[in-house]
């Protein structure tokens, strides 16, 4: 009789073989006779994606321009959706697109820029009106009204004007051109 019972000794024998097969594949891949399984690595022509966290424009920004003309004082500003090409920009991308701005505001909901400009504005620079300063004729910037810019005071005093240009200088006597402020000017200056 046996000292163990036939069951005992079959998983015996199967644990032996399995160790021996263990010991013999340790042996085989420490000596180099079988490579080592290679991990699941991506291909060398694949990019692999990284979690990009860096704020960007997105095509629902909203998108705040606002220009301060130093030389009136006015203010304009834009607002709008951004252009394709500034979506996916980060803020230092942003930066080197819109140099000489400064970057009020960057998030993904609302960019504000804003330029000071030494010039004047659109208003100020595209309209000319001759008036009366102190007592002189006068030439402004702008629209006439209470915004409108002395430019220069001429040396042509009021009172040697008729009742009529005086009164249409009180108003804003508006001229189109540089040529036409000029002869305008001549003319009131041979009064």
Known sequence: MLPFPPKIIRRILLAAGLLAVGAALAAA???GLLPWPAKESP??????AKQDTKIKIT???DFTQKITYLKC???ETF???PADNLIGLTAAQLQKVYAGWTMDKFDTQEVALSLKVDSYCREHANNMFIGVKDGYVAVYSGRPGPRAIVREITKIPVQRLTVEDT????????????????RTLEGMQSQ
């Open 79 to 81: 607002h709008s959706k």
């Open 167 to 182: 009164e249409e200088l009180r108003r804003g006597m508006v001229v189109k051109s540089r040529e036409e402020l000029l």
């Open 73 to 75: 004082g006015d203010e």
């Open 59 to 61: 095509a629902a920004t």
């Open 43 to 48: 291909a060398r022509d694949t990019e692999v």
């Open 29 to 31: 891949y420490s000596s």
